[in-house]
């Protein structure tokens, strides 16, 4: 599967629809975190970079075609932008594969699929963006325009490069917007290749750029930008207070975040053992636990628990991790060093702080970043693998007694960002489905994220939604125009 490694093209800043080195000519390294080897040396852009990005993106904006152009001719482009990506799909698959460590067969099937249908998705909502006519309470009427945002800050994870990229750019150049992407140092290059598709598709210098960087760096002169309108973030919370922060000590610039999570799977006593086995190692080793909604704490009913358990470590024993381009690969490489080490060392706390191992638990191989799936239960609820967002393929795995005590456990979390249940219990499933705080609840199925489906979080996972129409509210304002009516009082 190794012919599939694609050439580097792209590796410099993309700004006014050029490909330029930083200012400062600096770079740094990306790496395959499957042999940690050196892929390329990306540009790195700074403070003065950014500066550029902006200025392109705000000439694109003020004096532009873009925001002014029917949206159906922005659909068609995003059509167009759609079908160039998916006819070098397996190039970008295997780009990804080789910067992210993601499975190269998920990149192929799901993945880069998914951002085509995104592209489409908001390409279709593009000139169907209204107001709304007002009849006003005295001798005046009014209507409401809605209007792009203007230039935005798209600052995007490592994760998933590629569909976090079209993720955040869809609904914004739907709406009319121009931007800056500042993807993730980790995973830069696919970011690259989609901006140079975007050229190609039609897509007018300045509206869509690009600056790769360092995020301290490059990420926060983007998000303290006086030109900048919104910011939108995904990444952890940590971050996002950070850019929060930016925002209100620079130019009050709207902010949607979706940050962290600990989201719990709920597995009751009728639900169907095998499926909730499947639900609940999908949930928490996709994409090698690199996933923000990833179910990291399963509770399991009593009356089923010992059940699911075995069935679990019997399937966890299955899981192959190796070489992401190996088509029985189920969980490549985490990202980086630092990532790797920070994994084992909650795997160390889960150890220490009482939790009992079931399986798992080591490094995997002699190089790249490769940590074995991972099952602790026994776990105390205010113990670290049970209240940290991890990032990893590490199950905490917990009993409970009755629907009351799990919802209640449920919620003992800062974050709500998602949550899973598995049961035939309609009743079971209403109940708890209401009572969790969380933006998406998946009910017997996990991971299923669709264009129309909005997502974002409660509480310390965020606020604002990517996915569906609502994902176009960020990028766009309300302008209410008043005009009088002359001779005719309460018409």
Not at 200 to 213: E, Q, S
Not at 222 to 242: K, N, P, Q, W, Y
Not at 392 to 400: E, Q, S
Request: hydrophobic share 40%; proline share 5%.
């Amino acid at each position: 599967m190794h012919n599939k490694i694609p050439s580097i093209n792209f590796t410099n800043l993309f700004i006014n629809g050029n490909f330029v080195p930083s200012i400062s000519g600096k770079t740094f390294e990306t790496i395959d975190p499957s042999t940690e080897k050196v892929i390329a040396k990306v540009a790195q852009g700074a403070k003065e970079d950014v500066d550029l990005a902006v200025k392109a993106a705000r000439q694109a904006f003020d004096e532009g075609s873009w925001p002014r152009m029917p949206g159906y001719m922005r659909g068609k482009i995003m059509n167009k932008y759609a079908d160039l990506i998916d006819e070098i799909l397996e190039e970008l698959a295997a780009l990804e594969t080789l910067d992210a460590g993601k499975v190269f067969s998920f990149e192929t099937e799901v993945d880069i699929p998914s951002i085509s249908k995104e592209l489409r998705y908001f390409a279709g909502a593009a000139d169907k963006i209204h107001g709304k006519t007002l009849k006003l309470s005295s001798e005046f009427q009014g209507y409401t325009l809605l209007e792009p945002i203007g230039v935005v800050g798209l600052i995007i994870p490592w994760n998933f490069p590629s569909a976090m990229f079209i993720l955040k750019c869809a609904p914004a150049l739907a709406a009319g917007c121009t931007m800056v992407v500042k993807p993730a140092e980790q995973a830069p290059l696919s970011a690259l290749y989609l901006a140079h598709l975007a050229k190609l598709a039609g897509i007018p210098d300045g509206v869509l750029n690009v600056v790769t960087g360092l995020g301290h760096i490059a990420g926060a002169a983007l998000a303290s930008h006086m030109d900048i309108d919104c910011v939108s973030f995904t990444g952890s919370t940590e971050v996002g207070r950070l850019i929060m922060q930016a925002s209100a000590t620079s130019n009050l610039k709207t902010v949607s975040l979706e940050l962290g999570g600990k989201s719990p799977l709920l597995i009751f006593d009728d639900a169907d053992v095998d499926q909730a086995a499947d639900l609940a190692l999908f949930g928490s080793l996709a994409n090698k636990g690199e996933i923000c909604v990833c179910s990291s704490r399963v509770f399991v009913q009593e009356g089923i628990y010992d059940e699911v358990v075995k069935k679990m470590v019997e399937k966890a024993k299955t899981w192959v991790v190796g070489d992401p381009f190996d088509p029985s690969t189920r969980q490549g490489p985490q990202i980086d060093k630092k990532q790797y080490e920070r994994v084992l060392s909650y795997i160390d706390h889960g150890k220490r702080e009482g939790a009992t191992l079931l399986i798992g638990g080591n490094p995997c191989g002699n190089k790249g970043y490769f940590i074995e799936p991972t099952i602790f239960e026994n776990v105390p609820d205010d113990s670290l693998i049970a209240t940290d967002e991890i990032f990893g393929p590490v199950m905490a795995l917990m009993k409970f007694k009755t629907v009351e005590e799990a919802i209640k456990r449920a919620n003992a979390t800062p974050y709500g960002l998602a949550a899973g249940i598995v049961t035939n219990d309609l009743n079971i499933a209403n109940r708890v489905s209401r009572s969790i705080r969380a933006g998406i609840i998946w009910i017997n199925c996990y991971h299923n994220f669709d264009s129309g489906c909005p997502i974002g979080g409660y509480k310390m996972s965020g606020f604002g939604k990517d996915h569906g129409m609502e994902a176009l509210e960020k990028y766009l304002k309300t302008k209410a125009v008043v005009t009088p009516i002359y001779n005719s009082p309460w018409l």
